[in-house]
């Protein structure tokens, strides 16, 4: 899944992903390094965030990100470093979930199986 991030901030994105969020950096390919942007993997998700020189946050559209277990430490990880959590477990069975913002504005879901 790719998200969109602006020129230049492949710093902010690597402390938020992998700082925050506690996903590993993926090396991207040689022949795509020039484009700017990074990768990230972990928790069986794989993100790239790609450079867009129009850059415009997505605040509605956003990826639903599975995350197996320790939903609310992450919550608590979100919450010390300054980013709003907005939880919405009883809007979908199944499942506790929340809602957050990536350093660019762009709107993240987090989605723990309760059973």
């Not at 509605?60 to 992450?74: D, I, N, Q």
Request: one cysteine or more.
């Amino acid at each position: 899944m790719q998200i969109a991030c602006p020129r230049g901030t492949e710093d902010v994105l690597r402390s938020f992903y992998a700082g925050v969020l506690g996903l590993a950096e993926k090396p991207k390919p040689a022949a795509l390094v020039s484009r700017g942007g990074c990768w990230f993997v972990g928790h069986g998700i794989e993100l790239h965030l790609g450079v867009e020189d129009d850059f415009r946050p997505a605040r509605k559209a956003h990826p639903g990100l599975l995350w197996e277990s320790g939903l609310a430490a992450l919550a608590g990880r979100l919450e010390a470093v300054g980013h709003d959590v907005v939880w919405a477990n009883d809007e979908l069975p199944g499942f506790r979930r929340f809602h957050t913002h990536d350093p660019h504005g762009n709107r993240l879901e987090f989605l723990e199986p309760t059973a």
